[in-house]
């Protein structure tokens, strides 16, 4: 009997409580999910996502010449704006990590506040990209013109919404951090977005180089 309720006092710490492990954490219905697998699942679902975009840069490459007697990229692309567009994504990847830093460092106003810009710049990078797709649709220029413009507001438009989806996860998890902190919880979904964000900078720099500059260039 003794045995057992030292064993028992052990398991749930001199307050009473339950032991945090930080390589844990409980979902909604009180699940233990290891860090590792959080991990894992993120990872193939990057994975994923780099199978979508190579398929739409696949289906660009192909019908991207098929102009169907309409516009070409030499007639649409606006390069200044879209490298002023690509300036935006660019600085939000430069400031979540300024983010990242303060968050491993421990300051959580300082984090909250580059995460503040880094959404900011997405915002912009997002009404930029509506702009420029609201200009081409007044010029006529619209997805069933031809093959190539039905490929290139797929490709653009689907980072697009991978962008906007991010600034909302950002979004909540800024109001996460706020509620709770930076526990452990929180820094590893910190890092998830990341991963995440960081990933569309990439997919973003393919994009440009391979639609826009090749395109004009051609």
């Known amino acids: 009997m003794a045995s057992h309720s030292i064993a028992a006092m052990n398991a749930v710490g001199p307050t009473g409580a339950n032991p945090v492990d930080s390589s844990a954490f409980y979902d909604a219905k009180g699940e233990h999910h290891p860090e590792g697998s959080t991990m894992l699942g993120f990872w193939l679902y990057l994975m994923s996502d ?3 975009f190579a398929a739409l840069f696949a289906t660009y490459a192909v019908v991207g010449r098929n102009y169907a007697a309409g516009p ?3 007639d649409l692309f ?3 704006l879209v490298a002023l567009n690509t300036s935006m994504l660019l600085f939000s990847s430069i400031t979540y990590g300024f983010a990242m830093l303060e968050m491993e460092r421990g300051y959580l106003a300082r984090c909250q506040l580059w995460l503040a810009v880094t959404g900011l710049f997405g915002i912009a990078f997002v009404g930029l990209e509506l702009y420029e797709f609201q200009h081409l649709i007044h010029e006529g220029a ?4 031809s093959a190539f413009l039905s490929a290139f507001f797929t490709l ?6 991978h962008v906007t989806l991010g600034i909302v996860w950002l979004v909540t998890l800024m109001v996460q951090v706020h509620r709770r902190g930076l526990v452990p919880e929180n820094k590893r979904r910190l890092l998830c977005l990341s991963m995440f964000w960081h990933f569309l900078d990439v997919i973003w720099i393919g994009v440009f180089t391979f639609v826009y500059l090749m395109g004009v260039l051609q």
């Open 50 to 52: 780099c199978l979508i």
């Open 72 to 74: 070409s990229p030499k």
């Open 78 to 80: 606006d390069l200044p």
């Open 142 to 145: 619209t997805p069933q013109r």
């Open 156 to 161: 653009v438009g689907t980072h697009g919404l």
